[in-house]
């Protein structure tokens, strides 16, 4: 049985070699169930999740192939221009022999969030493609399959005064302007979470919660698509993150992250590529490299411990994939 290989230095080939050999050849097991890349829909939309590191890109990029399709990000990460191989982002060759969108399309310094991504994704649903949604941010597809309140645009003077404070003061004082209802729900550890929340009661007046609470309909279907999890099992996927990330650097990830050092700002969205911040801290001579990859790899397993989380606690109802 073939296997994807989803490490950082895999052949390039590899997608490819599935379309061009028959379709029953399986891709992983699903409860001991061999689940053959041609039981996936060539017309429905097909919702590829997963923490970093399981092989989504590869085999959103077999569906493509063979199947036909669109290729949308759905990665918080992947939308920045200035990170490709740190984000592990699809290779030139990959987006040009495929068609790929939302990869790599906004500068830092461009604000973002899953509204703007939401208001993107309808535009090419719109435009009639068979999409194939693929990344590891659990709340663009919680968005997607289940909706997003309609927050106005937050005016330029309060997200400058915001960025003061935040800058100024961290986020203690946000905190403690919230209504308690948003106080109890956000990520309080995120500073960006905490400003957006404050963002958003000082310019309309209420809440966060309030605001989420009413959520206005999705714009797809879950159950009008194809919806897979993989889930590779832990010690396998901390291997495949420990031998990406080495790959990561061997590629030229250092010189990625020395070229965005003068716009460094740790709190910015742009800036939570994992292990950016401990590359950081080596070119400004604050760790040796073999640490800074360590903090690096470590940051990553526990970002895609978060992810397991969210999948195994929103999305029980999607087709879960051991990928091997």
């Not at 001991?32 to 097909?46: C, G, Q, R, T, Y």
């Not at 901390?238 to 061997?250: L, N, P, Q, T, Y």
Request: glycine share 8%; charged share 25%.
């Amino acid at each position: 049985m073939k296997q994807f290989d989803v490490g950082f230095n895999r052949d390039r080939e590899d997608w490819r070699s599935f379309v061009a050999e028959p379709w029953p050849q399986s891709l992983s097991r699903l409860d001991n169930v061999l689940l053959p890349l041609n039981k996936i829909s060539a017309e429905l939309p097909v919702l590829i999740a997963g923490p970093t590191a399981s092989g989504k890109s590869a085999l959103a990029m077999a569906i493509a192939a063979g199947r036909g399709g669109v290729i949308i990000n759905a990665d918080a990460l992947q939308v920045w221009d200035c990170w490709r191989l740190l984000t592990a982002r699809p290779d030139a060759e990959d987006e040009a022999a495929l068609p790929h969108r939302l990869y790599g399309h906004k500068s830092p310094g461009c604000p973002y969030s899953v509204g703007h991504w939401l208001r993107e994704v309808q535009h090419l649903l719109a435009e009639g493609v068979r999409p194939i949604i693929v990344g590891g941010t659990g709340l663009y597809f919680t968005a997607l399959t289940g909706g997003l309140a309609e927050i106005p645009a937050i005016p330029a003077a309060i997200r400058a005064e915001a960025d003061g404070l935040r800058l100024s003061h961290g986020t203690s004082a946000m905190l403690r302007d919230l209504d308690a209802r948003t106080a109890l729900r956000i990520d309080r550890a995120n500073p960006m979470r905490v400003q957006r929340a404050w963002e958003v009661q000082r310019a309309t007046g209420r809440g966060l919660a309030d605001w989420q609470d009413d959520t206005g309909a999705p714009i797809l279907d879950r159950k009008a698509a194809e919806a897979i999890v993989l889930s590779p099992e832990r010690d396998v996927l901390a291997e495949r993150i420990g031998r990406r990330f080495d790959g990561m650097v061997a590629g030229g990830a250092i010189d990625e992250v020395s070229d965005m050092l003068a716009a460094w700002d740790p709190d910015a969205q742009w800036a939570r590529a994992i292990g950016a911040p401990d590359l950081v801290a080596c070119l400004r001579g604050e760790i040796p490299l073999d640490e800074a990859v360590l903090r690096a790899k470590a940051a990553t397993r526990q970002y895609a411990k978060r992810q397991r989380s969210w999948f195994r606690g929103r999305m029980k109802d999607w087709r879960w994939i051991e990928a091997a």
